[in-house]
């Protein structure tokens, strides 16, 4: 889905965080910059927790799914130099709108050749200069420094070289910033991506009341309130979060891509953006061949179905995803009598009394049983509780495969504890979701609920998937252990009473 960090390589983009305070720096200021402030009119603050209904709104984009804008910046594009493309935006059935093939194209084609003077990046001239200066004289970082761009240059509308771009660009961003906190407690209880999408927005707002309170304030001549304000912010972050690349041969910079950000996600594709040093222009190799009228795909790397729904606002559908996966929450408990020895050793390396671990189909990570051994050690083991934190935290740079065969069957009951637990809460959400909303009457009000819900039965259906299959693994693994234990028991026996 286009509409919803399209980082288009396994290497993931670090989440942002609120910026640090710095001194700002002290800034002349010139004749004021005319803004035109339109307010930005919503019912619902990004706080709001009683209410379900969104409706915050820019004013600049498009619908979602619209193509009203799609012609002008193809003709945009095409006069500031895209050369002549194998593909044009339609709209499609997985993304609503998306770029589809008008010729044969072949497998290990190199497409879209985006020149840099058509990207956004933190080096990009502003239409108002001085507003950059400031930003870039204050060290504000890529990020947020892009995402103010994005705003400004919204708000020059046509005088801006970027309009026709912004103009296609979603009003509204497929983004978990745009739920409710209501919401996020509704239908994500059972899920762990509820707690990160809590975190983003908690960033996202911390950013922006960081620069609020050091640049904003001080320069509102340059950031009217009118326009620079937390719902124009939780868009810009969200076309960021959505849009965003990565590309590694330009030494990593971040930039939007205008055209290149039309192409949807597919878990068959192993593809991704860069730049291209012979053409000078960012690219895609094709991994397929496609024929004219069928939906070109990239990849946004290995994620899973929660982290796709948390930045781009869809789920894929059960089982198509070869890197999905479910985080499972481990906790010591509190009442072991070496628990402050064993918390005291996880801090150590970053870690605390409750941590989550990825499980994927085909299993668990190292790290997850080194966090179990731990939990389930007894007081005679203390001499291996740094060992065992240092393997949870991966910076066991001694052994890489712990084992404690001693202890083996007491982790193994305890990541399956765990496990069920987990189970049953997604079990309750899933029996409950039929029944929920019925209440509701307004037919706006309930078309995004039934729309939300079903993204999140979507998400816990798949995310329980995995958890099933983890807990069938763990059953058969302790049934062996225990009949194995079981034997050699029978054995001992058999020897003694030979003996007698």
Not at 209 to 229: G, M, Q, T
Not at 230 to 256: C, H, N, Q, Y
Not at 342 to 363: M, N, V, W
Not at 462 to 481: C, G, K, M, T, V
Request: proline share 6%; aromatic share 10%; with cysteine.
């Amino acid at each position: 889905m286009a509409e919803a960090t399209r980082l288009f390589h396994t290497t993931l983009i670090p989440s942002f965080n609120p910026l640090h305070k710095t001194k700002p720096y002290s800034y002349s200021q010139s004749p004021p910059i005319i803004f035109h402030k339109r307010p930005i009119n919503c019912s619902v603050s990004t706080s709001d927790t009683t209410k379900a209904t969104v409706t915050q709104k820019v004013p600049w984009g498009c619908d979602i799914d619209s193509l009203e804008n799609a012609s002008a910046l193809q003709k945009w594009l095409s006069e500031s130099g895209l050369p002549p493309q194998k593909m044009a935006i339609q709209r499609v059935e997985v993304g609503e709108r998306g770029l589809v093939a008008l010729k044969n194209i072949r497998k290990g084609e190199n497409l879209l050749f985006v020149p840099p003077s058509l990207c956004i990046t933190a080096d990009s001239e502003w239409s108002c200069t001085e507003a950059g200066e400031v930003l870039k004289q204050n060290s504000v970082p890529d990020w947020p420094l892009i995402a103010t761009y994005l705003i400004s240059e919204a708000n020059f509308m046509e005088s801006s070289r970027w309009s026709n771009y912004i103009s296609a660009l979603p009003r509204q961003p497929y983004s978990l910033l745009y739920w409710t906190r209501e919401e996020l407690d509704r239908y994500l209880e059972a899920s762990q991506i509820r707690e990160r999408a809590i975190e983003r927005v908690t960033n996202v707002i911390g950013t922006y009341n960081d620069l609020r309170l050091r640049i904003f304030s001080k320069y509102p001549h340059l950031f009217p309130e009118e326009v620079f304000n937390i719902e124009t912010f939780k868009w810009s972050f969200g076309i960021l979060f959505s849009r965003l690349v990565r590309l590694p041969s330009m030494d990593g910079r971040v930039a939007l891509v205008p055209w290149a950000d039309m192409l949807n996600h597919s878990c068959e594709v192993e593809t991704f953006l860069d730049y291209d040093k012979s053409s000078k222009g960012v690219v895609f190799t094709t991994d397929r061949p496609y024929q004219p009228g069928e939906q070109v795909f990239i990849s946004y790397g290995k994620k899973s179905n929660g982290e796709l729904l948390l930045s781009y606002g869809f789920v894929p559908k059960e089982g198509t995803n070869p890197s999905d996966s479910v985080e499972l929450s481990l906790s010591l408990k509190k009442s072991d009598k070496c628990y402050k020895e064993k918390l005291e050793a996880l801090r150590k390396y970053e870690l605390s009394g409750s941590q989550c671990f990825p499980i994927q189909i085909t299993g668990w990570p190292m790290e997850l049983m080194a966090y179990a051994f731990l939990a389930v050690s007894p007081p005679s083991m203390s001499r291996q509780f740094e060992e065992m934190a240092a393997a949870a935290s991966n910076k066991n740079t001694t052994k890489k495969d712990l084992r404690y065969p001693e202890i083996e069957e007491q982790a193994l009951q305890f990541i399956l504890d765990s496990c069920e637990s987990s189970i049953s809460k997604y079990n309750r959400f899933l029996q409950a979701s039929g029944s929920m909303d019925l209440d509701v009457t307004s037919p706006k009000q309930l078309n995004r609920r039934l729309f939300l819900k079903q993204l999140a039965v979507d998400l816990c259906t798949s995310e329980r998937r995995i958890l099933f299959r983890a807990q069938y693994i763990l059953r058969r693994r302790l049934r062996d252990i225990r009949s194995g234990e079981l034997r050699a028991l029978r054995l001992f026996d058999g020897l003694r009473k030979l003996f007698k």
